[in-house]
């Protein structure tokens, strides 16, 4: 069983709510979804370069945290790319039911 989340990670806010592949109607396309910190874990170590324990204290985690939710998101962004689905954006404000 999965532990919930004990602390608040420091996420990101971006724009955008889908990402799918041109001429392809979204009904058709399998649907993967990026949590915010997949998203906020790509945008420090892919896009910003930064190193992963750097990228953790930014995010106010555990670098073994960080590197997990980067290695999710690596993983869903190649599944969705050479198989051809849809990545969805989880919305940054969502709340998480307690």
Known sequence: MVQNRKIERRCISYEGHVFKPLAIPMQDLEQLTLTKEEITALYYADFLMLKQIDAAKK???????????????????????????????EEPNKK???
């Open 59 to 89: 995010m106010g985690i555990s670098q073994a945290s960080f590197s997990r939710d980067l290695a999710t998101a690596h993983s869903k962004v190649a599944d969705a790319f050479f198989a051809t689905k849809a990545i969805l954006f």
């Open 96 to 98: 998480e039911d307690d």
